[in-house]
């Protein structure tokens, strides 16, 4: 959905506080169609951010798998190789 949003179930360390907020206010802003609301529409805003980042931190909290954790840098090479390979001028 949004390229900005990134994975966070089955990593070690696990993810932060801050990634899953970072998520959620990275969702908030792609299904509003606004990276910055008005003043009018900042409340609702923040709400909608705080109840996507709680919902995620449930889930990920809740999910169960039986495949060993990533590793965050392995998984940021692979990100990095598929970049320069796309973009590869």
Do not use: W
Request: net charge positive; with cysteine.
């Amino acid at each position: 959905m949004c390229r900005n949003i990134r994975t966070l179930h089955n990593f070690e360390p696990p993810a932060t506080d801050d990634e899953v907020r970072a998520a959620a206010l990275q969702y908030v802003r792609k299904i509003s169609g606004s990276a910055k609301p008005s003043a009018a529409n900042a409340e609702a805003f923040a709400r909608a951010v705080d109840a996507v980042a709680a919902a995620s931190a449930q889930l990920l909290d809740e999910l169960v798998t039986s495949a060993p954790p990533k590793d965050r840098e392995v998984e940021a090479a692979k990100a990095r190789a598929r970049a320069a390979q796309r973009y590869a001028a």
